[in-house]
C-alpha cells in the first residue's frame, strides 16, 4: 500500500501562488505516474497534472496549462505542484494520487486525503 498526504493549500488573492507538496510513504513514487486531482464540493475530481515515472513527461488540462507545474523528487519520495496565477475558478479540495498517469480518476488506486486551496476575488 503506498500512503500519501497533501500539504501546502490555503487561501490566496486571485493572482497568487501556492506550491503543494504529496509526501508517501510505503512504495516509492518511483514505482507510479504520480497525479493531482481537484474537487469542488458536489461535483466530479477533476484532472489537473500528472508526470511520468521518470519525470521526463508530463501532462495538464487547457484550464491550467501555463500556470501549474508539476514535479518530483524521488530520493524525498515527494511530488509537487506549484500553482501560479491563481484565479477564482481553481477554487478545490486539491487531492494527490499513485497510478498511470492517465487524467481518469478511476486509473488511480491511491489518494491522499486532500488539501483545501481557496483563492479569493
Known amino acids: 500500500q503506498v500512503q500519501l498526504v497533501e500539504s501546502g493549500g490555503g487561501l490566496v488573492q486571485a493572482g497568487g501562488s501556492l506550491r503543494l507538496s504529496c509526501a508517501a510513504s510505503?512504495?516509492?513514487?518511483?514505482?507510479?505516474?504520480p497525479a493531482w486531482f481537484r474537487q469542488t464540493s458536489g461535483k466530479e475530481r477533476e484532472f489537473v497534472a500528472a508526470?511520468?515515472?521518470?519525470?521526463?513527461?508530463?501532462g495538464y488540462p487547457d484550464s491550467v496549462k501555463g500556470r501549474f507545474t508539476i514535479s518530483r523528487d524521488n530520493a524525498k519520495n515527494t511530488v509537487y505542484l506549484q500553482m501560479n496565477s491563481l484565479k477564482p475558478e481553481d477554487t478545490a479540495v486539491y487531492y494527490c494520487?499513485?497510478?498511470?498517469?492517465?487524467?481518469?480518476?478511476?486509473?488511480?488506486?491511491?489518494w491522499g486525503q486532500g488539501t483545501q486551496v481557496t483563492v479569493s476575488s
Open positions: 494520487a499513485a497510478g498511470d498517469g492517465s487524467p481518469r480518476p478511476t486509473a488511480y488506486a491511491y
Open positions: 510505503g512504495r516509492s513514487f518511483s514505482s507510479y505516474a
Open positions: 508526470i511520468s515515472w521518470s519525470g521526463g513527461s508530463t
